[in-house]
């Protein structure tokens, strides 16, 4: 199938989906027990617990999101969520379909994503990963980001973990976990103490005012570690890490970057640009010559997935021992400089 049929079929199904959901308000929770049966967990997180649960009427399955809500800052903030989710229908972001509000909780109603985190779908051993591969996933991305930047909204915790598989025989990706993202508003800076160390840009570190290309230094770290299966700006530690991103200290010497076109090298350079304001918007990666026209210069060799499968092991390891991470925990590394927390 030619380009101009994959595109065409993409702004039909983007159609599709903008017409298909109505704006989500909180309605009584007794109404989630009648509608909805709950099934297997799913996975937790910071914020609670997902569930399986199908739709008795239509027999859809989906996605619940258990969300504590036992201080009022608790709903505020999952009412911020559901009003940015509000504003993102794409097929390229996870979609909110409802959302019930009890007394301790809200539970927020989501599409039901059955492919599992992209990188570990392109270490399975029936997947051949190749430059092209990686072209076609890091174009996904940058649509979905690019609709989120056009409504002025920034993700700030885009990491492999949000990247998911919208099925297992798919290469379809959805961006998920909202629960970050902010709106921003024309002249209101807008600082934040949060991010994932090893994706985070330097204005976060330095406490500076961010904007829609602070996401696309996170675009330009997945891109590298999706090629390579190396962290560019990991240290020893999370204030290693944050001298080495302050410092963009990183480069392209490692074998695995051997057979990696200069085309893809040079999209990950203008990303990693200490100052946000040169750093490629997601608008132009889309137009960028490595997302345009790999398909007709860069061959099908495999890509070794090795390193990547020991960085995909390491970062579940360290979800496991940061399972609970308060925000501004990373201020005690003021002598840094660092101002950031781990939200991995």
């Known amino acids: 199938m030619d380009s101009s049929n994959i595109e065409l079929r993409e702004e039909e199904e983007e159609e599709e989906l903008e017409n298909s959901y109505s704006q989500v308000g909180l309605e009584p929770g007794e109404q989630f027990q009648v509608r909805y049966s709950v099934q297997e967990e799913l996975?937790?997180?910071?914020?609670?617990?997902v569930h399986k649960v199908k739709d008795q009427q239509s027999g859809i399955i989906a996605a619940a999101k258990f969300v504590r809500c036992v201080k009022k800052q608790d709903r505020v903030k999952v009412q911020e969520e559901i009003n940015i989710m509000n504003n993102l229908?794409?097929?390229k972001l996870?979609?909110?379909?409802?959302?019930?509000?009890?007394?301790?909780?809200?539970?927020?109603?989501?599409?039901?994503?059955?492919?599992?985190?992209?990188?570990?779908?392109?270490?399975?051993?029936?997947?051949?990963?190749?430059?092209?591969?990686?072209?076609?996933?890091?174009?996904?991305?940058?649509?979905?980001?690019?609709?989120?930047?056009?409504?002025?909204?920034?993700?700030?915790?885009l990491k492999p973990e949000n990247i998911m598989c919208h099925k297992s025989s798919s290469?379809?990706?959805?961006?998920?976990?909202?629960?970050?993202?902010?709106?921003?508003?024309?002249?209101?800076?807008?600082?934040?103490?949060?991010?994932?160390?090893?994706?985070?840009?330097?204005?976060?570190?330095?406490?500076?005012?961010?904007?829609?290309?602070?996401?696309?230094?996170?675009?330009?770290?997945?891109?590298?570690?999706?090629?390579?299966?190396?962290?560019?700006?990991?240290?020893?530690?999370?204030?290693?890490?944050?001298?080495?991103?302050?410092?963009?200290?990183?480069?392209?010497?490692?074998?695995?970057?051997?057979t990696i076109s200069e085309d893809a090298k040079e999209f990950i350079s203008s990303l990693l640009v200490k100052k946000k304001e040169e750093r490629l918007t997601a608008d132009e990666c889309l137009r960028h010559s490595w997302l345009t026209h790999c398909d007709m210069t860069v061959g099908c060799v495999k890509l070794s997935t090795d390193k990547l499968k020991k960085f995909i092991i390491r970062r579940k390891w360290q979800k496991t021992k940061n399972a609970i991470v308060a925000v501004g925990r990373m201020t005690t590394l003021s002598e840094t400089g660092c101002h950031s927390s781990d939200s991995s």
């Open 43 to 49: 996975g937790k997180g910071r914020y609670g617990v």
């Open 89 to 91: 229908r794409h097929p």
């Open 171 to 258: 290469h379809k990706i959805k961006i998920v976990d909202f629960g970050l993202a902010r709106r921003l508003q024309t002249n209101i800076p807008l600082r934040v103490l949060y991010g994932t160390p090893e994706f985070v840009p330097p204005e976060i570190i330095n406490y500076d005012p961010i904007g829609v290309t602070s996401d696309m230094w996170s675009v330009g770290v997945i891109c590298y570690v999706l090629l390579s299966g190396l962290s560019p700006f990991m240290g020893d530690t999370d204030a290693e890490t944050f001298v080495n991103i302050t410092r963009v200290d990183y480069d392209f010497d490692d074998e695995m970057f051997n």
């Open 94 to 157: 996870l979609q909110l379909i409802a959302a019930f509000e009890n007394p301790k909780d809200i539970i927020m109603i989501m599409e039901y994503i059955s492919g599992g985190e992209l990188f570990e779908r392109v270490v399975a051993e029936d997947f051949m990963l190749t430059e092209q591969d990686c072209v076609l996933f890091m174009r996904q991305i940058c649509q979905g980001v690019s609709y989120m930047h056009n409504n002025c909204i920034v993700h700030l915790d």
